[in-house]
T-cell receptor
Framework: RKEVEQDPGPFNVPEGATVAFNCTYSNSASQSFFWYRQDCRKEPKLLMSVYSSGNEDGRFTAQLNRASQYISLLIRDSKLSDSATYLCVVKSNSNYQLIWGAGTKLIIKP | EAGVTQFPSHSVIEKGQTVTLRCDPISGHDNLYWYRRVMGKEIKFLLHFVKESKQDESGMPNNRFLAERTGGTYSTLKVQPAELEDSGVYFC??????????????FGPGTRLLVL
């Protein structure tokens, strides 16, 4: 079983729609959670950290459910520029390693 | 502030040859990481330096891989001899030394390695 699991997609979504991704993690000792965004042939870039109470950054909302060990990302009013691969990442406090999901591909269509 | 830089951007070598990848972290970042993504797989951690010391090298696949960070500035990752399965994108990241869990890792553009 992978440590971080994501639906690979692709999610084909019309512009302006709302889309949500989930990811699950297996290590209950994980303490830090992130969503990264990766454009084609580019490096991953931090989109947002995920906090226990949930957090929002503009059109993006992240939620963490520790009991069920899953993390979600909601994108409202999607833009063409949101097309990318979204990577779910976790980290334990015992080391600095980032543990990555394989990513969910999002395609926003006009 | 300049970001993380990596050199070369691409490398194509034959099986059995040696390749050395270089990473220059963001100035002042004590933490430096190497990650790798092979085709169709998720990004995997390779190792972590704090300044010039290897803090965690649990992700290094085998002894054909050697990472160094002399002087605690830039780092090199050498693959010798390269094998076909070493093909992939090698990312470097850096972060400041802050309390665990609080750091953000900034990634370089990656080196795309193809072993033929």
């Amino acid at each position: 079983r992978k440590e971080v699991e994501q639906d690979p997609g692709p999610f084909n979504v019309p512009e302006g729609a709302t889309v949500a991704f989930n990811c699950t993690y297996s290590n209950s000792a994980s303490q830090s959670f992130f969503w990264y965004r990766q454009d084609c042939r580019k490096e991953p870039k931090l989109l947002m950290s995920v906090y226990s109470s949930g957090n929002e950054d503009g059109r993006f909302t992240a939620q963490l459910n520790r009991a069920s060990q899953y993390i979600s990302l909601l994108i409202r009013d999607s833009k063409l520029s949101d097309s990318a691969t979204y990577l779910c990442v976790v980290k334990s406090n015992s080391n600095y390693q980032l543990i990555w999901g394989a990513g969910t591909k999002l395609i926003i269509k006009p | 502030e300049a970001g993380v830089t990596q050199f070369p951007s691409h490398s194509v070598i034959e099986k059995g040859q040696t390749v050395t990848l270089r990473c220059d972290p963001i100035s002042g970042h004590d933490n430096l990481y190497w990650y790798r993504r092979v085709m169709g797989k998720e990004i995997k951690f390779l190792l972590h330096f704090v300044k010039e010391s290897k803090q965690d090298e649990s992700g290094m696949p085998n002894n054909r891989f050697l990472a160094e960070r002399t002087g605690g500035t830039y780092s090199t990752l050498k693959v010798q001899p390269a094998e076909l399965e070493d093909s992939g994108v090698y990312f470097c990241a850096s972060s400041r030394y802050v309390a665990r869990g609080g750091e953000t890792q900034y990634f370089g553009p990656g080196t795309r390695l193809l072993v033929l």
